[in-house]
């Protein structure tokens, strides 16, 4: 497969300009990590054989095609846990800029944690999984089913508007992100938060939550930065997680460094008996490191944004 063959478009940049295929996956390998890890069955996800990882070089943005988005049945079984654990970085983060007064639109809220970070704040989750939503009514937080694209025509307009974890499920981001910046009154804040490429998560083999259906583009500072550009917003402020598990990035690395011993090339799939023996061989080592300092600690799992609308 070549990039012009297939007429191949960026979704964030929306040219076929400095695209490389990455890595091609056979969608059965997803089926069987899913099997394997989480006992679930994908067969009915996919209706291609192979995925492309492609990578826009310029902007160090990644995206899978063809685009491939978990259906609602997938969603409602792989959310028997919470989407997101209650305490997360990226919460405490955010929720330093935001007001006593101000009136929060959190899109893909999930369980609706946020709202107890900013609990004096007026909050509206914008969410379609009923589990999830099920689950903000019982705990009283108000919640409602509209795409943000339609939702930003409403006349209210929010001091805050948030996406937590949400942007790498989305087939169009440019759109979705006009959305959340139509919905924020002018000089509002528009604040973002994306599993980090340049982190463990990117060189992990067999992460399968980081790949299709469940995740279809993977984010940078530059991909950020560029969407700054691009949809002319002013950058406040990002903040770069640190790892809270040396011993995960250190395994990833002591894996890719016997691949290259090997002279085997990196991919992100290998589930046979060998590499899951070394795998687990690397992960018990592993935690020999796993108390060491922040400052010698990884980039980990997320980047935050604070953008402000022009």
Known sequence: MSIKENNLICPLSNTSEE?????????????????????????NEFNTKEIYLVKNKQINFYFFYPFIS???????ALT??????PEKDEYHFASKYIKYSDCVLDVGCGWGWFKSYI??????GIEFSQKSIQKCK??????????????????????????????EHIENPIEFIQGMI????????????????????????NNYLNLPPHHISWWSKDSLFYVARKLNLEIIDFKIEKSISMNIALSISLKRKLNTILGRKQLLIRNNLFDRFVNKFFSLFGLLFRKSPEEIMPNGHSITFIFRKK
Do not use: W
């Open 80 to 85: 028997t846990k919470p989407q997101y654990a």
């Open 119 to 124: 609990p004096n704040s007026e909050y509206l």
């Open 182 to 205: 139509n919905s924020a009154k002018d000089n509002g804040l528009i604040i973002i938060s994306v599993p980090n490429v340049d982190s463990f998560m990117a060189c992990m083999e």
């Open 138 to 167: 019982d705990k009283n937080i108000n919640v409602t089913s509209v795409l943000i694209e339609d939702f930003a025509k409403q006349e209210k307009k929010f001091d805050v508007v948030t996406s937590f974890q949400v942007l």
């Open 19 to 43: 695209l490389e295929i990455i890595e091609v996956l056979n969608t059965q390998e997803i089926v069987k990590l899913y099997k394997s890890f989480r006992h679930l069955d994908l067969s």
């Open 70 to 76: 978990g259906s609602s049945n997938f969603y409602e």
